[in-house]
């Protein structure tokens, strides 16, 4: 006696495009707002206001930019090499205080008590030594690298559900 086997093709359906685009721009949204907290905090206490941009993206993955312009910014989050200080008026003085505590520290997320104090002092030109780069970016990126794999792991998983797929 011979068996005979017939196979049924199965056919899933076929994926939601519109799921995983909600899903995706919906975790890329959640990133973008907690990445700009984290720079915002930065800057908490400065005087100087700093103004972030972010743009997001769908195109070749998931994407999320968060940056400035912010000269002042760039210096503090890349550092500075030692640099004369001139006033602006050639026959002018620099006046400043002698004290001042940094806000920032390098590789931390936040920004604290500090600034400039004690006696002023006048001055034709300084020397100024520089300072450490804080490297907020590289701070900010270390700290939401995993999570935003793990946010995007968790979007593709709803989004499988939601085109009809019983996948855990």
Known sequence: MTDVFFFKEIKPSKMKDDAFRLEFLTMVHEMERAIKKDYQETVKTWEH?????????????????V?????????????????????KNPKGKLVYQV?????????VIGSGPGGKSGKYT?????????????????????????????????????????????VK
């Open 49 to 65: 206001k700093v103004v972030f941009t972010s743009i997001i993206s769908l195109k070749g993955g998931p994407s999320v930019l």
């Open 67 to 87: 940056g400035t312009d912010d000269e002042i910014y760039g210096m503090v989050n890349n550092g500075t090499k030692p640099h004369d200080i001139a006033p």
């Open 99 to 107: 004290t001042y505590v940094a806000k920032t520290q390098p590789g």
């Open 122 to 166: 006048m001055r034709g030109r300084v020397h100024h030594p520089g300072f450490k780069a804080r490297k907020f970016d590289d701070a900010i990126n270390k700290k939401w690298k995993d999570q935003y794999k793990r946010r995007a792991e968790e979007a593709m998983r709803i989004a499988v559900q939601k085109s009809g797929y019983g």
